[in-house]
């Protein structure tokens, strides 16, 4: 399912403060970097600033994907610092989406979201993650955040799913919450299975 030679991962570092649980745990990363680089593959891993702070780069660093990048020479993509390009949808609440231009670029994209509540959503996994691919403004859709899930899944060609739930977290999420060792990993190239 994961063809061509450059593969965007698409992580979830939602925070800089390291807590199991609340964002993709650096060892699944590095398994899925593993897969990637043995048929010589070119990789890429990213995720957005969250609307409220610019963390991610500090997330990347904090929670080893800086250190993965340099031992597997992968590259770190801020997503929010990215020239983006609009993509035709047509759909209810979304004519178009903007998305940064890189995730265009690439063969393939696989998403690797940490399995957790959400407050909003109920959970955040294989669909919700794509969230974080959307640079601006996507703070103001949470009243519709039901609807535009999968506008935005539509719109963006996801390739696979590597969904870390080693280390989950259960409660008031995405940011508070209880760790809760679930030591489980779910892949697959239907994100709603």
């Given at each position: 399912?994961?063809?061509?030679?450059?593969?965007?991962?698409?992580?979830?570092?939602?925070?800089?403060?390291?807590?199991?649980?609340?964002?993709?745990?650096?060892?699944?990363?590095?398994?899925?970097?593993?897969?990637?680089?043995?048929?010589?593959?070119?990789?890429?891993?990213?995720?957005?600033?969250?609307?409220?702070a610019?963390?991610?780069e500090?997330?990347?660093?904090?929670?080893?994907?800086?250190?993965?990048?340099?031992?597997?020479?992968?590259?770190?993509?801020?997503l929010?610092?990215?020239?983006?390009?609009?993509?035709?949808?047509?759909?209810?609440?979304?004519?178009?989406?903007?998305?940064?231009?890189?995730?265009?670029?690439?063969?393939?994209?696989?998403?690797?979201p940490?399995?957790?509540?959400h407050?909003?959503?109920?959970?955040?996994?294989?669909?919700?993650?794509?969230?974080?691919?959307?640079?601006?403004?996507?703070?103001?859709?949470h009243?519709i955040?039901?609807?535009?899930?999968?506008?935005?899944n539509?719109?963006?060609?996801?390739?696979?799913?590597v969904?870390?739930?080693?280390?989950?977290?259960?409660?008031?999420?995405?940011?508070n919450?209880?760790?809760?060792i679930?030591?489980?990993?779910?892949?697959?190239?239907?994100?709603v299975a």
């Open positions: 399912y994961v063809k061509g030679k450059k593969v965007f991962i698409k992580t979830n570092l939602l925070l800089k403060k390291v807590v199991p649980g609340l964002c993709t745990s650096p060892w699944v990363i590095e398994g899925i970097i593993k897969v990637l680089k043995k048929d010589k593959r070119e990789v890429y891993i990213g995720d957005c600033d969250v609307a409220t610019k963390q991610v500090a997330a990347a660093k904090n929670w080893g994907i800086i250190a993965l990048c340099k031992k597997y020479n992968a590259k770190f993509v801020n929010s610092k990215q020239p983006t390009k609009k993509i035709k949808i047509n759909e209810k609440i979304f004519k178009y989406l903007e998305i940064p231009e890189i995730l265009t670029k690439v063969d393939s994209i696989i998403t690797a940490v399995l957790k509540t407050v909003i959503p109920r959970m955040t996994c294989a669909l919700k993650n794509q969230w974080g691919c959307i640079p601006r403004f996507r703070q103001q859709l009243t955040v039901h609807d535009a899930i999968p506008e935005i539509k719109g963006l060609k996801v390739n696979f799913a969904v870390d739930a080693t280390i989950c977290l259960e409660g008031n999420g995405p940011v919450g209880i760790p809760k679930v030591n489980s990993i779910f892949a697959s190239n239907d994100l």
